[in-house]
């Protein structure tokens, strides 16, 4: 099983990544499991992610279909926080994903002239005060952004977020420590500061 070092900055990641692809693709390391009595093979805790549940459970006549996948290069890249494409650039090409520290766009909900968090409701983002939460994989931590005003505005929300039906803003907000990548120009960071809000009234339609 790969320990995986969140203090590393994303691109560190990407490397560590391929290399745990390429070491398991080898055979050299192994996904973290167990056997069962009959012989199936099932990922640890620290190993299963959200793909694996899209996987064939094993049998008796497929008893490694979820060790096959925890080989993949989607399942290592979902290990350490990264997308696989990235990791297949790097591999294919030697060329790293452009992510740097700057300035980014969040889509919040607009309470009582306030700003606050459209998922939790609660998180309250204030001009000038900086917040920080530790970065993990699968959408588990950090601040979500965006690269530009249009992408921010399209964000979407699960149906259960709390100010899901809330008025909208849009803050521009100084972003650095580590971060995750994700589909669809979504970016999770550390660190980030809210300096202005650019666009006081977004349609949630």
Known sequence: MAKVNYNLTYNERVVEAAKEYLARKERKVHPEGYF??????FPSENEKLICCSNI?????????SLMKHCRTMGHVAGLFGVLKKDVMRYLNKGILPEVEEGYYYK?????????????????????????????????????????TIKEAQNAVFPSTSKLLKATRAILKVKC??????????????????????????????
Request: proline residues 5%; hydrophobic residues 30%.
């Open 36 to 41: 069962d009595n009959g012989g199936r093979w």
């Open 56 to 64: 064939r459970r094993p049998s008796v006549s497929w008893p490694y």
């Open 107 to 147: 889509l919040v909900a607009v309470i009582d002239n306030k700003y606050f968090s459209i998922f939790d409701g609660k998180t309250q983002y204030e001009i000038g005060k900086t917040l920080i939460e530790e970065v993990k994989p699968d959408f588990e931590g950090g601040f979500y952004v965006y690269k």
């Open 176 to 205: 650095c420590g580590n971060y995750c990548k994700y589909e669809n120009g979504k970016i999770a960071f550390s660190e980030i500061t809210p300096v202005e809000v650019v666009c006081k009234e977004v349609s949630n339609e």
